[in-house]
T-cell receptor
Framework: DTEVTQTPKHLVMGMTNKKSLKCEQH?????MYWYKQKAKKPPELMFV???????INESVPSRFSPECPNSSLLNLHLHALQPEDSALYLC?????????????FGPGTRLTVT | LAKTTQPISMDSYEGQEVNITCSHN???????ITWYQQFPSQGPRFIIQ?????VTNEVASLFIPADRKSSTLSLPRVSLSDTAVYYC????????????WGAGTKLIIKP
């Protein structure tokens, strides 16, 4: 199984809401990533978990809170977002953290903040 | 400042060979160069990866010169379905290690 799944596919939330994005992989990968992608831009790395520990936080605002409950699951908790946070949120996994390893991406969650 | 540079867009025709180059001056010594393809509203998809010289798989070739400061993705005999955005990804080492994505090259294939 080489699939990374993400739920929901689409999410519309108000600035006062709390919501969560979910990501799952069953490839035994030990690195998992959250990216944010705006239209016509490359993916922008937000967080990396390596062996279930947060290894990279690219100075992401605290209104985004990642969680890695186990080696197969990755969550992104959202609270008090701004309209400029509207984007495609991508999850990826790889056997390890460096570019030596191919990243497998999920289809993304299209987030709209109103 | 660690960065990568790719052409913003390219056009070609079905059946032609397309070459897309990415420059990456600060590539980390032990890291690979990876290329991804992305269609609208989908996650990026791995195409090919290499460390040096030439790598070929069933969909593409990757050429990397000895200094590894650039790489060229070669797509042989493109078709309309190759219309997509292509990104290079490298690990770079300045004061710390970073994964750096190129800005992406929008490739449009015409009939």
């Amino acid at each position: 199984d080489t699939e990374v799944t993400q739920t929901p596919k689409h999410l519309v939330m108000g600035m006062t809401n709390k919501k969560s994005l979910k990501c799952e992989q069953h490839m035994g990968h030990r690195a998992m990533y959250w990216y944010k992608q705006k239209a016509k831009k490359p993916p922008e790395l937000m967080f990396v978990y390596s062996y279930e520990k947060l290894s990279i936080n690219e100075s992401v605002p605290s209104r985004f809170s990642p969680e890695c409950p186990n080696s197969s699951l990755l969550n992104l908790h959202l609270h008090a977002l701004q309209p400029e946070d509207s984007a495609l949120y991508l999850c990826a996994s790889s056997p390890g953290q460096r570019t030596t390893y191919e990243q497998y991406f999920g289809p993304g969650t299209r987030l709209t903040v109103t | 400042l660690a960065k990568t540079t790719q052409p913003i867009s390219m056009d070609s025709y079905e059946g032609q060979e397309v070459n897309i180059t990415c420059s990456h001056n600060n590539i980390a010594t032990n890291d690979y160069i990876t290329w991804y393809q992305q269609f609208p509203s989908q996650g990026p998809r791995f195409i090919i990866q290499g460390y040096k010289t030439k790598v070929t798989n069933e969909v593409a070739s990757l050429f990397i010169p000895a200094d590894r400061k650039s790489s060229t993705l070669s797509l042989p005999r493109v078709s309309l379905s190759d219309t997509a955005v292509y990104y290079c990804l490298v690990g770079v080492k300045d004061s710390n290690y970073q994964l750096i994505w190129g800005a992406g090259t929008k490739l449009i294939i015409k009939p």
